[in-house]
């Protein structure tokens, strides 16, 4: 894995502090655009993980069939 990225869990909970700042409204709006932009890119982060760990799963079901 690389050092570089976060892991699913590290990933996820950022987009979730991300998501109660900008519901809690105490971001001015520069702020919340930019909260915004990194929680789109962590969600798609989180979603590719699941995705792989989906695909390795299948993988393992064929296999071991």
Do not use: H, R
């Not at 990933?11 to 409204?25: P, T």
């Amino acid at each position: 894995m690389d050092e570089n990225k976060p892991t699913f869990e590290e990933a996820y909970k950022q987009l979730m502090e991300l998501v109660k700042k900008m519901e809690s409204g105490e971001l001015p709006l520069a702020d919340s655009v930019a909260a915004y932009e990194q929680g789109v890119k962590l969600k798609a982060y989180c979603e590719q993980l699941l995705k792989e760990a989906e695909l390795k799963i299948e993988t393992l079901k064929v296999t071991n069939q």
